[in-house]
Each structure stands twice: as C-alpha cells, then as structure tokens.
C-alpha cells in the first residue's frame, strides 16, 4: 500500500469525524453524525491494519491484528450492549481510561523498539523531538488511566475505598504537591531529549499515574459531569502526543479533535456550573461542596401528595414543563415519561422538557435519555431557551433533579451560588418526584421543596409517572 494511499485514506477518515463532531452537536442529527463517525473509524482501522500487516511482513502481522480486532471490538460490543442508561458514565470514564493506558503501551514499546515504528534506524538513537512526544503522549496518557479509574470509582458509587466516593479527598498543601510532581514531570519531559535511559520515561509516566489520581480525588460528585468531558479531551491529547511520534497523521488528527471538542464541552460545562476552568485542569476544586455536604441538615415540613393529587393538578393546567434528573435515570423511567407527556398533549396540553447542561452524571445524560424513548426533539428545551417561560408555566414537573433546580445558587455564600439554574421556582405550581428529602451531589437543601406552592410526590419515579398517567382524565 503506497503511503499517498494511506494518506489519502486517513483524510477522508478526518472528514468523516469533523463531519461526525459536526452532526453530534445537535440530537436531530445525531444519528448521521455517528454514521459519519463509525465510518470514519472503520476506515481508518482497515488502513492502519493494513499498513501494520504490510510493515510487519504477512500473515503472523495480520493475524495479531485480527485478534487484537477482534478481543477488543468483541470486549466493546459485550459492553455497549449490556451497560444500563444509569452506568453511561462509568462505561465513558472506563474506556477513557483504556485510551489512556494504550497511549503509555505505545510510548513504552516505541522507546524499546523504536525501528518498529520507524522511529529510527534498528540500532539507532531516537532523535530528541521524538522523545519528548512519546514522553508527554505517555504523560497524558498516564494523567487519563488512573484520573478516569477514580472517575469510574466515583460515579459508580457502590466502593467502599475512600477514594472511589464522592466526598472530595482534600489535604493540606495538595495543590503545592501537584505543582511540585508536575515541575518534575516538566524536567523529566524535556531532560528526555537527550537522554537514552529508561529512567526517564518510567519517572514521567509514574509521575503522571500518581498526578492523575491528585487530580480527580478532590473533586466530589457534584462536579462529575465536567471531569468526564475533561477526561475526554485529555485522552485525546495523549492520542495526538503519540500521533506525532510516530508521524501518524490520523492519529494526530482524531485526537486533536477529541482534545480540542473535549476542552470545549469542559468550558461550556463549567460555565454552566459557574466553575474556573482553570480550577477544573489543575483538579482545584469541589472543596466548598464538601464542606457544605458535611452538615447536617435541619428537619422541615413540606406539602406531600399522591399520584392521584399530581394528576388532578396537571389535568387542569394548560401548559406543562418537565424537568428531567438523575433520579429518572436510576429508574429508568424514561418511557413512563413520555407516555404521559404524550396522554397530556392529548388532552390539548403544552408540553415541553427542560435540560439542564449537567442533569445526571455526564454532559448530555438527560439528552441521551429521552432518544432513548424516543422523545420528540422539538419538545427539548436547552436551560437557555426555556427559562425565561417558567413564570408563564401552569406545572413544573421536576422528577430526580435538586441541584440543577436549587434557588441556592442565587443566594451569595452558597455551595453552588452563581451556578445556572433552570428556573422551575417561578412556575404557578411545582410537582417534585423524589425517593426522598436526600440532598444533592452538592449535599445542599434546596428551599423549592419547601414552597407553598410546590407538592411533593415521595416514590419510585417510574412508578409514581405511571400512577399519575393512569389517573390523568
């Protein structure tokens, strides 16, 4: 296979994941932008394979690339097909941190064999700018396996090891420890460029596993959504920094893109969430929510009702705005939801849905969700486009969501003050579905609970949806 080929091939696979990117930043078309994706991956597999087979001389190179092929498609497949709406977001952190661990695999065996990759002569030296990239691929990519392990720990919520739970793990002089490993790994980098010992990279990469796990420990559960995207565009960059290395061009390209869009998502969701982005890179913050999160909350009355009460509420309302959480993913009740959005508009209701940029436990969580049942796109409202109607909306139904929803966010001193919230306070009657009074992420009481005018319905999600679709006239 002739290297213009190559080329040629891994170009038009670059165009697919720009198109692909592309068609992902809206639901409506999301479905061509992952045709575009995958088509893209398919064909920059088979030329790599290709390639790798060529380089590697017949068929014992093309029979290790079909299995690695076909252990990790296989391994994915298993994966996709079994993991629940509510574990996404530890299957997105895990496979992160695969891209990660691959990246040191690659930097580690092109520093003992560089002549495999076409590096250098066999024999040879590996020239210094070479060394540098596989040093800082290797960096990143460590920063990414262990970062994302503690994510997985985190977001699972089911490990008793304390760094796995989502109470920030903060210490004194966290941040001079941080500054101080990456100075070193900045040293060790850099001091690789003329160095052919193998202490260097083993330094970096030790460096960037202990640094990973710095990072993402003081950050608690309320944060999780913005690490994710974080992660996301940290294994691209440690794809890009072995991409150059090894002069590959696709790799250069698919993970400049992932880097580039994953920074950007991290920037739009720490606005949303009124975080430093800053802060948010060097692992800085998390520490007010914790401290919140370790009172104790003072006992108060609210108003409680049943299914039936919920039901003669919304039977009389003429417009309705449903605000999706975390709570509806755990129960999955997705497809309860839109059958009684669907027996409302029926009824001659205004039904629409409102989400907040970082409900659940990954960017796009709630988004996900209601394709998954199958949602019409034109009844999903962005925060920014539907807030400024909550004042003019007859029910607000708020099924698992707290924090996205907490007037605390305007109240100066508060855990998440300055945060973007959807405003479901201003609505003339507020509905809540929770399993009970526990707090948030952020681990605050949220004073919409306790409105004359809002009615608490205590219960399973799906259940308590299915209840109010049954006794809807």
């Given at each position: 296979?002739?290297m213009?080929?190559v080329t040629l091939?891994?170009?038009v696979?670059?165009?697919?994941?720009?198109?692909?990117?592309k068609?992902?930043?809206?639901?409506?078309?999301?479905?061509?932008?992952n045709?575009?994706?995958?088509?893209?991956?398919?064909?920059?597999?088979?030329?790599?394979?290709?390639?790798?087979?060529?380089?590697?001389?017949?068929?014992l190179?093309?029979?290790?690339?079909?299995?690695?092929?076909?252990v990790?498609?296989?391994?994915g497949?298993?994966?996709?097909?079994?993991?629940?709406?509510?574990k996404?977001?530890?299957?997105?952190?895990?496979m992160?941190s695969?891209?990660?661990?691959?990246?040191?695999?690659?930097a580690v065996?092109?520093?003992?064999?560089?002549?495999?990759?076409?590096?250098?002569?066999?024999?040879?030296?590996?020239?210094?700018g070479?060394?540098?990239?596989l040093?800082?691929?290797?960096f990143?990519?460590?920063?990414t396996?262990?970062?994302?392990?503690?994510?997985?720990g985190?977001?699972?919520?089911?490990y008793?090891?304390?760094?796995?739970?989502?109470?920030?793990?903060?210490?004194?002089?966290?941040?001079?420890?941080?500054?101080a490993l990456?100075?070193?790994?900045?040293?060790?980098?850099f001091?690789?460029?003329?160095?052919?010992?193998?202490i260097?990279?083993?330094?970096?990469?030790?460096i960037?596993?202990?640094?990973?796990?710095l990072?993402?420990?003081?950050?608690?559960?309320?944060?999780?959504?913005?690490?994710?995207?974080?992660l996301?565009?940290?294994?691209?960059?440690?794809?890009?920094?072995i991409?150059?290395?090894?002069?590959?061009?696709m790799?250069?390209?698919?993970?400049s893109?992932?880097?580039s869009?994953?920074?950007?998502?991290?920037?739009?969701?720490?606005?949303?969430?009124n975080?430093?982005?800053?802060?948010v890179?060097?692992?800085?913050?998390g520490?007010?929510?914790?401290?919140?999160a370790g009172?104790?909350?003072?006992?108060?009355?609210?108003?409680?009702?049943?299914?039936?009460?919920?039901?003669?509420?919304?039977?009389?309302a003429?417009?309705?705005v449903?605000?999706?959480?975390?709570?509806l993913?755990?129960?999955?009740?997705?497809?309860?939801?839109?059958?009684?959005?669907a027996?409302?508009t029926?009824n001659g209701?205004?039904?629409?849905?409102a989400?907040?940029p970082?409900?659940?436990?990954?960017?796009?969580?709630m988004?996900?969700?209601?394709?998954?049942?199958?949602?019409?796109?034109?009844?999903?409202?962005?925060?920014?486009?539907?807030?400024?109607?909550?004042?003019?909306?007859?029910?607000?139904i708020?099924?698992?969501?707290?924090?996205?929803?907490?007037?605390a966010?305007?109240?100066?001193?508060?855990?998440?003050?300055?945060m973007?919230?959807?405003?479901?306070?201003?609505?003339?009657?507020?509905?809540?579905?929770?399993?009970?009074?526990?707090?948030?992420y952020?681990?605050?009481?949220?004073?919409?609970?306790?409105?004359d005018?809002?009615?608490?319905?205590f219960?399973?999600?799906?259940?308590?949806?299915?209840?109010?679709t049954?006794?809807?006239?």
């Open positions: 296979m002739s213009n080929l091939l891994y170009l696979a670059s165009v697919c994941f720009i198109q692909a990117l068609g992902l930043s809206h639901p409506t078309t999301s479905i061509r932008g045709f575009f994706g995958m088509t893209g991956m398919l064909i920059a597999v088979l030329t790599t394979a290709a390639l790798i087979v060529e380089l590697a001389g017949g068929a190179g093309l029979g290790w690339v079909l299995l690695g092929l076909l990790g498609g296989t391994a497949s298993i994966m996709a097909k079994r993991v629940e709406m509510t996404m977001p530890e299957l997105v952190a895990f992160h695969m891209i990660g661990l691959a990246a040191v695999f690659i065996a092109a520093v003992a064999e560089p002549w495999a990759f076409q590096i250098t002569e066999k024999g040879g030296l590996i020239p210094g070479n060394r540098v990239e040093a800082l691929g290797a990143i990519g460590a920063i396996f262990t970062g994302s392990i503690i994510a997985f985190k977001l699972s919520g089911k008793k090891f304390r760094l796995f739970q989502g109470r920030p793990v903060v210490f004194a002089g966290q941040h001079w420890l941080n500054l990456g100075l070193l790994a900045a040293f060790f980098v001091g690789f460029w003329h160095s052919q010992s193998w260097d990279i083993v330094l970096v990469i030790a960037g596993f202990a640094l990973g796990v990072l993402i420990i003081p950050i608690g559960g309320a944060d999780m959504p913005v690490v994710v995207s974080m996301n565009s940290y294994s691209g960059w440690a794809a890009a920094g991409g150059f290395s090894l002069n590959n061009s790799l250069i390209i698919a993970g893109l992932v880097g869009s994953g920074a950007i998502l991290s920037y739009i969701m720490c606005k949303a969430m975080r430093s982005f800053f802060n890179i060097l692992g800085g913050f520490g007010d929510a914790a401290a919140a009172g104790t909350q003072e006992q108060r009355s609210v108003k409680s009702g049943s299914a039936d009460d919920a039901a003669f509420v919304l039977g009389n003429e417009s309705v449903i605000v999706p959480g975390y709570g993913a755990v129960a999955r009740a997705q497809h309860a939801v839109k059958e009684l959005a027996k409302l029926e209701i205004d039904v629409k849905y989400i907040h970082v409900a659940g436990r990954m960017p796009g969580h988004n996900v969700l209601l394709a998954e049942a199958e949602v019409p796109y034109d009844q999903v409202f962005e925060m920014e486009d539907i807030n400024g109607e909550f004042g003019q909306v007859d029910v607000a708020i099924l698992g969501a707290n924090d996205v929803v907490n007037p966010a305007h109240v100066k001193g508060s855990a998440i003050y300055g973007p919230i959807l405003e479901a306070y201003k609505a003339k009657t507020i509905i809540v579905n929770k399993r009970s009074m526990a707090a948030g952020a681990g605050l009481d949220n004073e919409l609970f306790y409105m005018k809002t009615m608490m319905v219960g399973d999600a799906k259940k308590v949806v299915e209840d109010i049954k006794a809807v006239e």
